[in-house]
Antibody, heavy 119, light 107 residues
Framework: EVQLVESGGGLVQPGGSLRLSCAAS????????MGWVRRAPGKGLEWVSN????????YYADSVKGRFTISRDNSKDTLYLQMNSLRAEDTAVYYC????????????WGQGTMVTVSS | DIQMTQSPSTLSASVGDRVTITCRAS??????LAWYQQKPGKAPNLLIY???SLESGVPSRFSGSGSGTEFTLTISSLQPDDFATYFC?????????FGQGTKLEIK
């Protein structure tokens, strides 16, 4: 069974950092692009970042560029999102998602992990 | 960037109704558009990809159509399980963008 399990969310002060992890299983991880999508309370879905299967190319929303870094460890079947200089507006549930064969939609999603940025 | 404008933002309907949700793009693109359903406290669920392809396991009452700048999601006969929030998403080019969402409520 294909599964994605996020971890690493929590409460952090403005300006702080957090690293999210997404453990993948049930598929050949290094052959699929992956992404992060978030949903802030009372808001809609917002795409955050994507990374290709090899890890060689990454893409970011303007709202997080320069502060967030997506990466992957294909030896551990794990996706990461390093979040620095966090702001109150980064408060959201963060989902990792698997991309269908490129170009593809997000067809498998994790359960989400909550990130709260507050003093 | 491609902006996606989804309408309506809220839709009240009854079980058995046929409903349509629309997404309009700020610039034309081919068919790299997806529709997702999300229920409170749950992850989004892919319904339609490539504008009109039904994801495996999704009931056939869901259908998608369109290309260019206008795309639609249709539910042919609403079931109780369909009351949720729906989002469109373009994956034609980065940055990927979602519509604002349509909350489908029971009338």
């Amino acid at each position: 069974e294909v599964q994605l399990v996020e971890s690493g969310g929590g409460l952090v002060q403005p300006g702080g950092s957090l690293r999210l992890s997404c453990a993948a299983s049930g598929f050949t991880f290094n052959t699929y692009d992956m992404g992060w999508v978030r949903r802030a309370p009372g808001k809609g879905l917002e795409w955050v970042s994507n990374i290709i299967g090899s890890g060689g190319s990454t893409y970011y929303a303007d709202s997080v560029k320069g502060r967030f870094t997506i990466s992957r460890d294909n030896s551990k079947d794990t996706l990461y999102l390093q979040m620095n200089s966090l702001r109150a507006e980064d408060t959201a549930v963060y989902y990792c998602a698997k991309v269908q064969r490129w170009p593809g939609a997000f067809h498998i999603w994790g359960q989400g992990t909550m990130v709260t940025v507050s003093s | 960037d491609i902006q996606m404008t989804q309408s309506p933002s809220t839709l009240s309907a009854s079980v058995g109704d046929r409903v349509t949700i629309t997404c309009r793009a700020s610039q034309s693109f081919s068919t790299w558009l997806a529709w997702y359903q999300q229920k409170p406290g749950k992850a989004p669920n892919l319904l339609i990809y490539k504008a009109s392809s039904l994801e495996s396991g999704v009931p056939s009452r869901f259908s998608g159509s369109g290309s260019g700048t206008e795309f639609t999601l249709t539910i042919s006969s609403l079931q109780p399980d369909d009351f949720a929030t729906y989002f469109c998403q373009q994956y034609n080019s980065f940055p990927f963008t979602f519509g604002q969402g349509t909350k489908l409520e029971i009338k």
